[in-house]
């Protein structure tokens, strides 16, 4: 099962492009990386998925390299509400096991 | 409105005493799956099911069961529960897809204290 590693925090201002990365070495060939946000007291909220490349929504931008051991979640031009815990995930459905392993989370701190 | 219903929201118990806790879904949806989050280790899975009657173990099972006897429900059983069991539990589901992992949507959370 792949492992993810996450910085624990991070630190931005409004207005910046923050990119937090996501080490996941031992991804599957099956297995996608996706993207959540959550906020204290709440479920995590599905931000963006992806396989290879690069993906876009109208929140966020996923970049995965060729060897797919790393994806980095871009989020252009942050604003306060965007303080938040970021958490990468590694899995998919139909590969050798349907368990789904979060990472420990990033705690991003966004300040005026 | 589609969602993840889970109750109790809240619950202080003693040890040893049985209790469960619900989970719904009105997605239709075939995977569900029980999480607890405690501080500094993310969310860790419990339990997951594929569909109805087909369930497994997740990262942290001991201490849990769970069944899925109807597609929208996934109760989270815990027979003995200890103080080790003091968490958030987040339930989700979500579609299989045509690949990847789907789009889980998470309940609301139950948070269980056990004395």
């Known amino acids: 099962l792949a492992k993810t590693t996450q910085p624990i925090s991070m630190d931005s201002y409004e207005g910046q492009e923050v990119n937090i990365t996501c080490s996941h070495n031992?991804?599957?060939?099956?297995?996608?990386i996706t993207w959540y946000q959550q906020f204290p007291s709440q479920g995590p909220r599905f931000i963006i998925q992806?396989?290879?490349t690069k993906v876009t929504n109208e929140v966020a931008s996923l970049f995965i390299p060729a060897d797919r051991k790393s994806s980095t979640l871009s989020l252009p031009r942050v604003s306060l509400s965007d303080t938040a815990v970021y958490y990468c995930?590694?899995?998919?459905?139909?590969?050798?096991?349907?368990?789904?392993?979060f990472g420990t989370g990033t705690l991003l701190a966004v300040q005026p | 409105e589609a969602q993840v219903t889970q109750n109790p929201r809240y619950l202080i118990t003693v040890t040893g005493k049985k209790l469960t806790v619900t989970c719904s879904q009105n997605?239709?949806?075939?995977?569900m799956s029980w999480y607890r989050q405690d501080p500094g280790l993310g969310l860790r899975q419990i339990y997951y099911?594929?569909?109805?009657?087909?369930?497994d173990k997740g990262d942290v099972p001991e201490g849990y069961k769970v069944s899925r006897k109807e597609k929208r429900n996934f109760p989270l059983i815990l027979e003995s529960p200890s103080p080790n069991q003091t968490s958030l539990y987040f339930c989700?589901?979500?579609?299989?897809?045509?690949?990847?992992?789907?789009?889980?949507?998470f309940g609301p959370g139950t948070r269980l204290t056990v004395l």
């Open positions: 989700a589901s979500s579609s299989r897809g045509s690949g990847g992992a789907g789009e889980q949507f």
């Open positions: 031992n991804i599957a060939t099956n297995d996608y």
């Open positions: 992806g396989y290879k």
């Open positions: 995930l590694v899995g998919s459905y139909g590969g050798a096991t349907n368990k789904l392993i």
């Open positions: 997605m239709n949806h075939e995977y």
């Open positions: 099911s594929m569909n109805v009657e087909v369930t």
